[in-house]
Nanobody, 121 residues
Framework: QVQVVESGGGLVQAGGSLRLSCSASGSIFSIDAMGWYRQTPGKQRELVADITSGGRTNYADSVKGRFTISRDNAKNTVYLQLNSLKPEDTAVYYC???????????????WGQGTLVTVSS
């Protein structure tokens, strides 16, 4: 069993900052990419940022220069620093881990339950 758990969401004023954390645990052999996605009602889930095990990052154009993704491989944890938040950043933020578990050896995409970020104007 593998679990992915997010934390750090909340209510913040426009221009403020938040830091999201996401940890993977369980029977994990290795983790490749970890990423953050977000979703608002009636819209598809969209990629915010992701990071490979080697540290290569990728960002949505809408968050470049404001959000920073980082990773602690020893802790199986990925972080998302959200700065200069805008009301349009309001969404449920989900973490995804692309990993291989131990027994059986399978490639899995595991999602967290999501954490709500609300940015007030």
């Amino acid at each position: 069993q593998v679990q992915v758990v997010e934390s750090g969401g909340g209510l913040v004023q426009a221009g403020g900052s938040l830091r999201l954390s996401c940890s993977a645990s369980g029977s994990i052999f290795s983790i490749d990419a970890m990423g953050w996605y977000r979703q608002t009602p009636g819209k598809q889930r969209e990629l915010v940022a992701d990071i490979t095990s080697g540290g290569r990052t990728n960002y949505a154009d809408s968050v470049k220069g404001r959000f920073t993704i980082s990773r602690d491989n020893a802790k199986n944890t990925v972080y998302l620093q959200l700065n200069s938040l805008k009301p349009e950043d309001t969404a449920v933020y989900y973490c995804k881990a692309e990993l291989t578990d131990i027994i059986p050896t399978r490639y899995l995409e595991v999602w967290g339950q999501g954490t709500l970020v609300t940015v007030s104007s």
